[in-house]
């Protein structure tokens, strides 16, 4: 378990959210933990069940508008959000609910900052989460939401814009369509007075990153949240991981057994955020993730996540081990010195009762799938799978760039 909420607090939110919350009180009565003995978050929460996001949206069906998960009535709320599900989220009324502001601290967004704020504003509350944070720290908000691209476009140029928010790829786009409206990328760099991005709902993948930061000088970092429990995770200016958020404890669990996982491997994250309105315990978020056990070099004492590595019911389980989409594209990485190699993609099959596990490899230049070469990749890549993976593989194929087409990175041929 995670976290840098201290005891005290949490007693603290968890006796008044048992007074508050229908949902809250039923759970601990059940558990027959009394909210006058409250003992640690070690000791608390493993007791109460993990709730799945189904599950809520089925309790509040049971037990309209919001399950009983709402701590004050309509008077401890700002606003009212609707998810897919349906499920009824909401906003308490602190300044900043989300625990929006920490993320965008560290970032370096600050007083003065005039943010494009490109998330909808209609019954999503990512744009909300964004404006609490930045608000909070003396920034301003133009609120463009889900305007036309031109008119995003006219309001870079005409605004001293610092900041963005959204995702990676509309800042991409935006980015793609002002060059072209202004002509020549030279004449409008030094006008464009952009000098941060805050991204989150898509991966911002390195290359983008690079060239935000090379091409336009605009520093990109990401951060982890989710409409019920607010901002769980994000960047700091070492960039690498994201750090827990101070109103979250975070587990990490396997998702069939529900036990932790040994530290440092993937399992979902499971969310209790101390938001008193909505206090929400033991949230099962459905995404995988792995904790960095290395403390941060920017000093932060909060444990960082390596970011979402995929979504529970993308592993594959071969020889006992479940294999993730997203190994298979970090052993791409792991041989990338030896050759030119432009894909990896896995397939499992099996023989009898025998899983296998094959790997099919995409190199760039022909000499690579001969020879030295070809031997070198194969025996490094092998022993990676039996590193990363644990799995040793059955055969590994080396193919022509291109020849992979669209291959999902991990298929499951096995007749079930
Ligand atoms: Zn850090």
Same mark, same amino acid.
């Given at each position: 378990?995670?976290?840098?909420?201290?005891?005290?607090?949490? &007693?603290?939110?968890?006796?008044?959210?048992?007074?508050?919350?229908? =949902?809250?009180?039923?759970?601990?009565?059940? &558990?027959?933990?009394?909210?006058?003995?409250?003992? @640690?978050?070690?000791?608390?929460?493993?007791?109460?069940?993990?709730?799945?996001?189904?599950?809520?949206?089925?309790?509040?069906?049971?037990?309209?508008?919001? /399950?009983?998960?709402?701590?004050?009535?309509?008077?401890?709320?700002?606003?009212?959000?609707?998810?897919?599900?349906?499920?009824?989220?909401?906003?308490?009324?602190?300044?900043?609910?989300?625990?929006?502001?920490?993320?965008?601290?560290?970032?370096?967004?600050?007083?003065?900052?005039?943010?494009?704020?490109?998330?909808?504003?209609?019954?999503?509350?990512?744009?909300?989460?964004?404006?609490?944070?930045?608000?909070?720290?003396?920034?301003?908000?133009?609120?463009?939401?889900?305007?036309?691209?031109?008119?995003?476009?006219?309001?870079?140029?005409?605004?001293?814009? #610092?900041?963005?928010?959204?995702? @990676?790829?509309?800042?991409?786009?935006?980015?793609?369509?002002?060059?072209?409206?202004?002509?020549?990328?030279?004449?409008?760099?030094?006008?464009?007075?952009?000098?941060?991005?805050?991204?989150?709902?898509?991966?911002?993948?390195?290359?983008?990153?690079?060239?935000?930061?090379?091409?336009?000088?605009?520093?990109?970092?990401?951060?982890?949240?989710?409409?019920?429990?607010?901002?769980?995770?994000?960047?700091?200016?070492?960039?690498? /991981?994201?750090?827990?958020?101070?109103?979250?404890?975070?587990?990490?669990?396997?998702?069939? #057994?529900?036990?932790?996982?040994?530290?440092?491997?993937?399992?979902?994250?499971?969310?209790?955020?101390?938001?008193? &309105?909505?206090?929400?315990?033991?949230?099962?978020?459905?995404?995988?993730?792995?904790?960095? $056990?290395?403390?941060?070099?920017?000093?932060?004492?909060?444990?960082?996540?390596?970011?979402?590595?995929?979504?529970?019911?993308?592993?594959?389980?071969?020889?006992?081990?479940?294999?993730? @989409?997203?190994?298979?594209?970090?052993?791409?990485?792991?041989?990338?010195?030896? &050759?030119?190699?432009?894909?990896?993609? =896995?397939?499992?099959?099996?023989? /009898?009762?025998?899983?296998?596990?094959?790997?099919?490899?995409? #190199?760039?230049?022909?000499?690579?799938?001969?020879?030295?070469?070809? $031997?070198?990749?194969?025996?490094?890549?092998?022993?990676?799978?039996?590193?990363?993976?644990?799995?040793?593989?059955?055969?590994?194929?080396?193919?022509?760039?291109?020849?992979?087409?669209?291959?999902?990175?991990?298929?499951?041929?096995?007749?079930?």
């Amino acid at each position: 378990m995670y976290r840098t909420v201290s005891d005290s607090e949490f &007693a603290a939110f968890l006796s008044y959210a048992y007074r508050g919350a229908p =949902a809250v009180r039923r759970l601990l009565d059940e &558990a027959g933990i009394t909210p006058g003995e409250l003992g @640690p978050p070690e000791e608390v929460l493993p007791n109460l069940p993990v709730t799945q996001k189904e599950e809520l949206a089925a309790q509040q069906q049971a037990d309209p508008p919001f /399950g009983g998960w709402v701590s004050g009535g309509m008077t401890s709320l700002r606003r009212v959000f609707v998810s897919p599900g349906p499920i009824h989220n909401v906003e308490g009324t602190r300044p900043d609910d989300w625990g929006a502001a920490e993320a965008f601290r560290a970032a370096g967004f600050g007083p003065g900052d005039l943010v494009l704020n490109t998330f909808t504003y209609h019954l999503s509350p990512a744009a909300f989460i964004v404006e609490a944070g930045v608000l909070t720290l003396g920034g301003v908000v133009v609120p463009a939401g889900t305007m036309s691209r031109s008119e995003q476009v006219r309001l870079l140029q005409q605004l001293p814009v #610092t900041g963005f928010a959204g995702v @990676p790829s509309y800042l991409r786009a935006l980015l793609a369509a002002l060059t072209e409206s202004s002509g020549a990328m030279e004449g409008i760099k030094p006008l464009l007075a952009l000098r941060r991005a805050w991204f989150t709902a898509e991966r911002l993948d390195d290359d983008f990153r690079r060239e935000l930061a090379e091409e336009w000088s605009v520093k990109g970092f990401q951060g982890y949240g989710t409409a019920e429990l607010g901002i769980v995770a994000y960047e700091c200016e070492v960039q690498h /991981g994201m750090h827990l958020g101070e109103q979250v404890i975070v587990e990490v669990l396997d998702p069939s #057994t529900r036990e932790p996982v040994p530290e440092g491997e993937v399992g979902e994250l499971v969310v209790t955020a101390m938001r008193p &309105a909505y206090p929400l315990l033991r949230l099962a978020t459905g995404d995988l993730s792995r904790v960095i $056990t290395e403390p941060c070099p920017c000093g932060r004492p909060a444990v960082r996540i390596a970011g979402v590595l995929g979504r529970v019911g993308s592993g594959v389980k071969v020889r006992g081990m479940f294999i993730y @989409p997203h190994q298979i594209e970090e052993l791409a990485r792991v041989v990338a010195g030896i &050759a030119r190699v432009t894909r990896i993609t =896995a397939r499992v099959d099996q023989e /009898g009762h025998r899983d296998r596990l094959f790997l099919d490899v995409e #190199t760039a230049v022909g000499e690579a799938r001969e020879g030295t070469v070809a $031997t070198a990749l194969k025996e490094v890549l092998a022993a990676a799978a039996r590193d990363r993976l644990r799995v040793r593989p059955d055969g590994i194929e080396l193919h022509p760039a291109g020849s992979l087409g669209d291959r999902p990175l991990l298929a499951d041929e096995r007749q079930s």
